[in-house]
């Protein structure tokens, strides 16, 4: 049975030494035979899996399964390891996790100014965020307790930036081929009940943009959302995958790595604009006056200099091409603001009426944010009726587990923020950002699966991250002992 042990009781791997060989561990003899080609996969396979093929899985119509479907054998790594190291302040996230099973009792009480649950969908949408919340910890937990030759940072950092070349990939098929969707394989396999459930429904018929109405005097607008479900999952993925891509392939890049880096930013600024995300646009902004300061406080002014030549250049050519009205209008057109507003409000009562437990998932509102009397109907099938907790992560939370559930998730990344603060590295910094964009993304926009999968593989990079600075530092304390000790011992030999 697997133990949980702090973060700093483990220590890192041993390095390897000279020659390539893990420390303690004999070179192979020249005269040994060559090792023979073998199917065996790599350790780290799963990982690999969600980030490269994850396009094959969007295809599938599997977003929402497959962090399951690998954190099986996931967790039967980790269950042989015997002994798994856990990020700080992981007590709160089992809290949170206990949360989310518990609040399945409370499904079939009614929330205040909501419809009555009624159906067996809310049990099936309970079953699956209870499966993708213990897969996307079990996720964290893997990634955690490879080690470096496993699966190294520098790797983990590309399979991020992969994605991220992806999803811009994915920005331009959404904006350039919004009327593109087909039916998902996997929907001819499924029993026909199941297959017209709306959930999964809206899974097997996969849509590469969402056609919205959004700017003032237009019928709709595309907006991109390939290779995710939603556009605003497509926009908060953006900007995480953006911040790992620009370390792996800007920073810490070299020749061809860093001018493709560089091309790839560049490339990523129109189907940003398109898709018309404020949440994006703002996130963005913070990423840059976060990664200011930090450059700023470690005296890197050059850099700094550098990064807001480059940041006003980018945004003076933005203004001044066809892209800049579109970001202008999207501005000064917040049609969506009263229905959030209503939403987030009926989120914050229902939790008051129900502080610990919440009410298990989302609940539709009766009426709309205009009247309690406009609801949907046969003649109006978009009126009204809205899912309170469909905002944002933050009322899901409050509406799902309470102010309980709401209290542990934030606390969650607090702490881990907190606990990697003084991480100045290009990943440290990086981890940091990801995880202020969690917490200020959570108001805006839901984060399960992916976007709650790349926050919490962030930590674990982190973590880890923080266990190689500490094996150095440990290191060079030991080197210095050793270094006043040498001279002496020479002088003792000279006197013999």
Known sequence: MTTAAPLRSVPEPEPAAAGGHPAGVPPTPPDAPARRWSLRLPV?????????????????GLPSFIFAILAVPMAFQLYRRGRVRVPPGFGLWLVLLAWVVLSGLVLDVPAPDTLDPKGFGRYIGWGIRVMNYSALTVTMLYV???????????????????????????????????QLKFVAPLNYLLPGPIAKEPFVSRLMHVEVAQVQEVLAGASSSPRPAAPFEYTNTWGENLAILLIWFIVGWVVLGGGLRKLTGYVVVVAAVFPIVYSLNRGLWIGLVIGAVYVAVRLALRGRIVVLVGLALATGLMGVAVLASPLGALLNERMANGHSDDIRSTLSNGAVAAANHSPVLGYGGNRALIGSNRSIAIGKSAECKQCGNRELGSNGQLWNLLIGQGWVGAFCYNAFFLWCLWRFRNDHTPIGIAGSLVLILMLFFQFLYGALNTTLAYGLISVALLARNDLHLRALRREARLAAVAEPARPRALTERRHR
């Open 44 to 60: 780290a396979w799963p990982v690999t899996a969600l980030f490269v093929l994850y396009p094959l899985w969007w295809a599938l």
């Open 144 to 178: 955690l307790n490879l080690s470096e030759r496993e699966l190294p940072r520098g790797r983990l950092v590309r399979l991020f930036g992969f994605m991220a070349v992806v999803t811009v990939i994915g920005g331009y098929v959404g904006a350039l081929f919004p």
